[in-house]
């Protein structure tokens, strides 16, 4: 793979984490094979078939390639990581946000900055609710920003296809269950220290430039369902941030052994369930299919 510079943490995250805090036609043919998406069998005729998930996408992305519909029409229930509205149904969590997705008593942003962060985040201060006088933390910030990079390129969570599925399995009557809740996924942002809630924001400040070659690249390789391209781009993260690698296993394969552990019931049981995920949490050895395949059961990868 050719060599390129890594791309901001939170920009990558944005790709492969459903957060609750996302803003909320090309033909078939161009579609190449293999897809993102994996068949497990289960001990007693229960399957599921697994697919990688961009939860931030483009009206390009559509339709998908026909393996996905096909195995899709199979499915009597669909899983994804959280459901769309989970935030809004969620007053207790939005009041966490508010209570500690900001500072209080006056206190501001800018003041929990040190001097070159505040230099790189000054060129965005006017896209921030407020300004200079935002009162949000750094990893709010991060997101807020990053939210809005991407969509000024085009992507949004309303083309993301987890969010996709859902509509069709709605149209189809099928029942959607989640594997987390909303207090798990934003705990992982609530739940930060101070020093990587500002190392989180300075990771995507200095990558801005660099956001929209990354999300090309990462769409090529998932729409070509390359996984070991789609990896190389999302886990050099790993290698730009290694301060952040604590927080980045736990943000991917604490939740993969997790995750793991919550679709077992769905495979034990008779029948077929599909699975959307964010495709970060289905590549390499270490993704949720990987781990299957390492406790014996069949694993096809289309």
Do not use: C
């Not at 793979?1 to 609750?20: D, I, K, S, W, Y």
């Not at 942002?189 to 809630?197: A, H, K």
């Amino acid at each position: 793979m050719a060599q390129r510079r890594a791309r901001g943490l939170a920009f990558a995250l944005a790709v492969v984490l459903t957060t609750a805090l996302a803003f909320g036609l090309a033909s078939a043919a161009a579609w190449a094979s293999p897809s993102l998406l994996w068949r497990v069998s289960g001990t007693e005729g229960g399957e599921l078939y697994i697919l990688g998930s961009i939860h931030v996408g483009n009206p390009e992305m559509y339709p998908l390639d026909p393996a996905i519909y096909e195995a899709f029409g199979k499915a009597a229930s669909l899983v994804v990581e959280l459901q769309g509205d989970s935030l809004q149904n969620s007053p207790v969590m939005l009041n966490k946000v508010m209570a500690k997705g900001f500072y209080q008593n006056g206190e501001t942003l800018l003041m929990h900055l040190d001097e070159r962060q505040r230099e790189l985040l000054e060129p965005f201060l006017d896209l921030l609710p407020m300004g200079g006088k935002t009162n949000m933390k750094p990893w709010l910030a991060a997101v807020t920003l990053d939210m809005i990079m991407l969509t000024k390129l085009g992507y949004s969570s309303k083309y993301g296809v987890d969010h996709y599925f859902q509509m069709l399995a709605k149209d189809k009557g099928l029942p959607v269950h989640s594997l987390e809740t909303v207090e798990e996924q934003l705990g992982l942002f609530l739940g930060l220290s101070e020093e990587d809630s500002k190392l989180l924001l300075e990771s995507s400040l200095i990558e801005f430039s660099e956001v929209e070659n990354f999300m090309g690249e990462v769409m090529a390789a998932w729409k070509d369902g390359d996984e070991a391209e789609f990896a190389d781009a999302f886990f050099e993260a790993y290698e730009r941030w290694p301060k952040l690698v604590p927080l980045l296993d736990k943000i991917i394969y604490e939740r993969n052994e997790v995750m793991y552990q919550r679709l077992l019931p769905y495979l034990e049981a008779k029948g077929t369930t599909f699975v959307v995920i964010g495709s970060g949490h289905v590549v390499t050895e270490r993704g949720i299919p990987g781990l299957f395949k390492a406790r014996g059961y069949q694993v096809e990868k289309f």
